[in-house]
């Protein structure tokens, strides 16, 4: 007894330790930590709820039931009910949580925030509406909940909504993981690729051994089809979790981003095994589908997709190709309606409309399609100038480029000197010299004599070793343009040295 009496501080220091290791992040460490006390003392609640705790944060819902199924009733039994929640949706044990029928008693946050996560993995938006809705009624300034509802206002498009909420939950989070993660989902869908990286990124250090910061910046990689980048994180995610869905999902995307459909194909079967029917795998299988030349598939899928109430204008834009690509104009014409009908239509939509109002042999609503993509708008255009100088000031250069492409290619906009300038930095600074020398060049041409154009140039040409002598030329002519710019005094001078 005497033995035992003195073993139980070293315990309890093993335990102390476990948990500073635990709030500063060091999460596999903590778990080293807390197995090897198990070791010596298996029935230590506290210990094993840690343990279940940094499972269920790394996505490990099979080893936190395992953990949790060990630990005696007595201790703590809501938290114990609503940790057993989170593990059993990460066993993917969602069909039985919803259908879980509710008591006099309101649901606790946890699981409401659970059951509405399940609703949306499944498709039913309005579900999980219900559900965000119900517990928020009940527990107002849960920051789980909160962060959910911020995640349904962003597949909504009701971006302003899902910032209040992302900045409530943020003042009342206390590790502000999924709070990094829903503002990099907000700054995703602002086509902010630099912003939306820098959120997954403090996610990913806030929880180390969880694989959704890693699968977040895999999507988001592959729709600005950076796939150097996106090679990177596709390793480092099966590393991590190769057997996972995610893994999966983003090999497929990289597949698909590399021209190889087929190897896509195979990674997306991989991903349905694993992780069933849910709206990201029916959005890429879509797109396979596509490129594969299966319209008929690609309709099903994109079909189920958007049917589940997300707002999604690409999506919709390939179902709409889908469906004239099968021989159904009309209903190409459909599917893009509802998006022709608000207040400010994208061009794109609208010149889409009018191929496949021509091939519906409909010539008059055709030409006014064409006359409604052929009027400038202002509201539209200033916004995209908006997003263009926010992410040129956030170095943000793939926003930039994206920003200035859809200016000029969906909204019409002529480039001017201006534009070409900003958009061959942007392209220089992403790597893509060659583009970025000839979009320059053409700026240079209709403002021969602006100082801005020809230190651009000219710092491109000398920086990536194209052509010192005319570099020195241009940065010579800059310089004499405008003495007192600094950045234009520094590139001459690291010309001239």
Not at 143 to 149: F, K, T
Not at 275 to 283: E, F, K, N, T
Not at 416 to 424: C, D, E, K, Q, R
């Amino acid at each position: 007894m005497a033995f035992l009496a003195a073993c139980q501080p070293e315990r309890d220091a093993s335990l102390a330790e476990a948990q500073r290791l635990h709030a500063r992040g060091q999460w596999a460490d903590a778990r080293i930590e807390l197995a090897n006390l198990l070791k010596v003392e298996p029935a230590n609640s506290r210990a094993r709820l840690l343990l279940a705790r940094i499972q269920i944060a790394s996505g490990d819902g099979e080893g936190a039931a395992a953990t949790l199924a060990r630990i005696d009733g007595k201790t703590g039994a809501a938290e114990l009910d609503d940790m057993r929640v989170e593990a059993d949706m990460l066993r993917g044990r969602c069909r039985q949580l919803l259908a879980a029928a509710s008591g006099k008693a309101p649901m606790s946050a946890t699981l409401r925030r659970v059951r509405a996560l399940c609703a949306v993995d499944g498709g039913d938006m309005a579900a999980a509406g219900k559900e965000v809705a119900a517990g928020m009624a009940d527990h107002p300034d849960d920051v789980g909940l909160q962060i959910v509802a911020a995640r349904l206002a962003i597949l909504r498009g009701d971006l302003n909504e899902a910032e209040r909420l992302i900045a409530t939950a943020r003042k009342g989070s206390s590790d502000g993981f999924e709070v990094e993660m829903a503002a990099g989902a907000l700054e995703q869908r602002r086509a902010n690729v630099s912003g939306a990286l820098a959120h997954y990124r403090a996610a990913e250090k806030r929880n180390p051994l969880n694989s959704g910061p890693l699968a977040a910046q895999a999507e988001l990689l592959a729709a600005a089809k950076d796939k150097g980048r996106l090679a990177a994180v596709v390793d480092r995610l099966r590393r991590m979790a190769p057997q996972s869905p995610a893994a999966a999902i983003a090999s497929a995307r990289l597949a698909l981003l590399s021209g190889d459909p087929r190897a896509a194909q195979e990674q997306l079967l991989a991903a349905r095994q694993l992780a069933g029917d849910r709206p990201a795998i029916q959005l890429l299988a879509g797109q396979v589908a596509m490129a594969l030349g299966n319209h008929d598939i690609a309709i099903t899928e994109l079909s189920r997709y958007l049917g589940s109430g997300v707002r999604d204008e690409e999506a919709a834009m390939s179902l709409a190709a889908a469906f004239a690509a099968a021989g159904d104009p009309e209903r190409a014409m459909a599917t893009l309606k509802p998006l022709a009908d608000r207040p400010d239509p994208s061009r794109s939509v609208l010149a889409a409309l009018t191929k496949y109002a021509k091939a519906a042999g409909q010539a008059k609503a055709a030409a006014g399609y064409a006359a409604e993509a052929a009027k400038p708008s202002p509201a539209r255009t200033a916004n995209l100038f908006v997003q263009a100088d926010r992410a040129l000031a956030a170095k943000d250069w793939k926003g930039a480029i994206a920003a200035y492409q859809q200016l000029i290619e969906r909204e019409g906009v002529r480039p001017n000197a201006l534009i070409l300038n900003n958009l061959g930095w942007a392209h220089f600074q992403d790597g893509q010299v060659d583009q970025a020398i000839t979009l320059l060049k053409d700026a240079l041409k209709q403002a021969p004599a602006n100082a801005s154009v020809l230190d651009s140039l000219g710092w491109v040409l000398w920086s990536s070793g194209k052509d010192r002598t005319a570099a020195r030329r241009y940065l010579a002519e800059a310089h004499r343009l405008a003495p007192g710019n600094a950045a234009v005094t520094a590139h001459w001078k690291a010309a001239n040295r």
